[in-house]
């Protein structure tokens, strides 16, 4: 036996006489149903246990930190239920790539333990064959993970915090005391009182000139973006300012002021959308404000287009979580789960912090967004791509 051939003998841990029926069976790509269903079926079975696992530590985690709350407020059991529920889709978006990962490495250990993986590729199907069930579900949890971050996961947070805030804190869905700076940096609105349902009353909004200097600004009883998408003030009170910005001239009474989208390019749902933080907007939501918001500010928009960029590359760590860990958790097959859990931990700690560092390089504008967005899942997939391909025999 050449060197080769006994270096891949030794790489496979097939035995001679293995390793000879191994070359002479032909490899098979096509759709094999007893195996494909029997590898699906355990895949299926470890993941779901993972994820009732997972799910359940998160619910208890959300009833520990929030019950207290909700019995000071005399809550009903009905609306703590209905809390919880509407906290299970973000759980869920949270623990997949995780429960992907391990579910992978749990099913292809075991098959590798039972020795089936070799007895898988002395029938001539190879290990990225083998998996071929387990690798078609990694796009579907992928699909699933970006309806859920994109869809569904956004407006069952927003209910679950609305609940939360008038059951258990006594707030209301109005906004007391905002302040909202307009992306361009020309604006600054103060509401008493901010309902996106409703006309918004005792209104202020200060403009400022390309200098920074104070234009004009303008007090209204009633604000409101009607269905002609311009803005109308109602009973304005209107000063203008000097070419310093110092000095106020006399001020106008306006019974309407109305101004259309390229004088004032804010939406309610903006003004809103400030009130949440960045990473909690959808994508899509990220998107429409920055193309509704040309002249943002270029620190803003590098925040902006990172984040836009990370949340698209979130959901595909349910891919990466298959490539990694089919070649992982066969590697050593006679040697149990616990190597692959280990460097598969190691891989993901590695992962989470190269994300967090070019995530902070994006938004400081050190490099741009898309790279800081997209360059960590892209290495992995790439790096699962190829350990894929390296084990395929």
Not at 246 to 263: C, G, S, V
Not at 270 to 286: G, R
Not at 291 to 307: C, D, F, H, S
Request: net charge positive; aromatic share 14%.
């Amino acid at each position: 036996m050449t060197n080769g051939k006994f270096n891949f003998w030794k790489r496979t841990g097939l035995s001679k006489a293995e390793l000879a029926r191994l070359n002479t069976v032909p490899r098979r790509w096509g759709f094999l149903p007893t195996i494909d269903w029997y590898v699906l079926r355990e895949f299926l079975i470890k993941t779901c246990i993972l994820i009732f696992v997972f799910i359940v530590l998160f619910t208890l985690g959300n009833v520990f930190d929030k019950l207290d709350d909700f019995f000071e407020r005399n809550a009903s059991w009905s609306t703590i239920m209905q809390y919880l529920l509407l906290r299970l889709p973000g759980n869920i978006r949270f623990v997949l790539p995780i429960t992907t990962l391990l579910g992978c490495i749990w099913t292809m250990a075991t098959f590798g333990k039972n020795l089936e993986i070799t007895a898988m590729r002395a029938s001539g199907v190879s290990l990225f064959r083998s998996a071929g069930s387990i690798l078609l579900m990694g796009v579907v949890i992928t699909a699933g993970n970006i309806y859920l971050n994109e869809l569904l996961v956004p407006y069952t947070e927003r209910e679950a915090q609305a609940i939360y805030e008038v059951a258990a804190e006594g707030k209301t869905s109005v906004q007391h005391l905002l302040t909202y700076r307009s992306s361009d940096l020309k604006r600054t609105w103060l509401f008493l009182s901010f309902d996106i349902n409703h006309a918004n009353e005792n209104v202020m909004v200060k403009s400022f000139r390309a200098d920074g200097t104070l234009d004009w600004d303008i007090f209204a009883r009633r604000a409101t973006m009607k269905e002609d998408d311009r803005w109308h003030f109602e009973n304005v009170i209107r000063t203008r300012y000097s070419r310093d910005g110092l000095m106020p001239k006399a001020p106008e009474r306006i019974r309407d002021l109305q101004f259309d989208r390229t004088e004032m390019q804010e939406t309610p749902q903006d003004i809103l959308n400030t009130i949440k933080d960045e990473e909690e907007l959808p994508s899509w939501v990220i998107f429409e404000l920055l193309q509704r918001n040309e002249k943002i500010a270029p620190k803003l928009k590098a925040i902006y287009w990172t984040v836009f960029y990370y949340r698209l590359s979130f959901p595909w760590a349910c891919l990466f979580a298959v490539f990694l860990g089919v070649p992982l958790a066969t590697r050593n097959e006679r040697s149990g789960i616990m190597l692959a859990i280990v460097s598969a931990v190691a891989v993901i700690i590695g992962y989470i912090v190269l994300s967090e560092i070019f995530l902070v390089l994006g938004k400081q504008g050190m490099i741009p967004p898309a790279v800081a967005g997209l360059t960590p899942m892209t290495a992995f997939l790439i790096y699962g791509g190829y350990r894929i391909f390296y084990r395929r025999t």
